[in-house]
């Protein structure tokens, strides 16, 4: 199955973010393989620098290195993979600026939300980042759900349990991109995570 099949944007209705960067997943997967989803921000300026756009993407070497970190022996994103982690994105877009209007994330998370529905068998959500966070509350209050995540700092809030019609849910920092090997304690929460998800799973 590949994602970039299954699910889309209709009509591309939001005004801040590059159209031209919109990418879903195409990689050949197995949905009953995958159980944990970990799901970072937005889709890269440059289209190489995406997951799946090979080593020296930029998202695939942070995101290596994170898993590197938390003690898994990876050294590829196919390695990544093959521990049955599925990597995407809450916006499918690539930014304009800074940040993403929360109206931008509501949109983004109905696409989002098909993406999920793809992966039965996942038993982990890895929430990497605020946009990230947003996108899974949002799909959650669409439904008269609660917030997954409660209101406030990552830091603070990360050491809670908490879960997602019937999945695990770890809000977490951003891992995909060059802050990554910048902020060396957020580094070292990340790598606290996914070793945590990892452990669940197994």
Not at 145 to 174: D, Q
């Amino acid at each position: 199955m590949r994602s970039s099949e299954c699910i889309g944007c209709s009509g591309f209705p939001c005004t801040d973010v590059r159209h031209e960067c919109f990418i879903v997943p195409d990689i050949d997967i197995r949905p009953g393989a995958i159980s944990i989803i970990m799901i970072s921000e937005a889709s890269p300026a440059r289209p190489g620098d995406y997951y799946y756009a090979g080593r020296d993407s930029l998202f695939a070497q942070t995101t290596v290195q994170a898993f590197k970190d938390s003690g898994a022996n990876v050294s590829s994103i196919e390695d990544v993979v093959g521990l049955g982690v599925y990597l995407t994105t809450a916006v499918k877009c690539g930014k304009t600026g800074y940040g993403v209007e929360a109206k931008t994330i509501g949109e983004c998370s109905l696409i989002l939300e098909d993406e999920l529905a793809l992966f039965p068998k996942a038993k982990v959500f890895m929430l990497m980042g605020d946009v990230a966070i947003k996108s899974i509350n949002c799909i959650a209050r669409r439904a008269g759900e609660k917030r997954v995540i409660p209101a406030g700092s990552t830091y603070k809030i990360r050491e809670g349990e908490f879960s997602f019609r019937g999945r695990r849910v770890f809000p977490s920092y951003l891992q995909a991109g060059p802050s990554y090997f910048i902020e060396k304690s957020k580094r070292r929460m990340i790598a606290e995570d996914i070793s945590s998800a990892l452990r669940l799973v197994q």
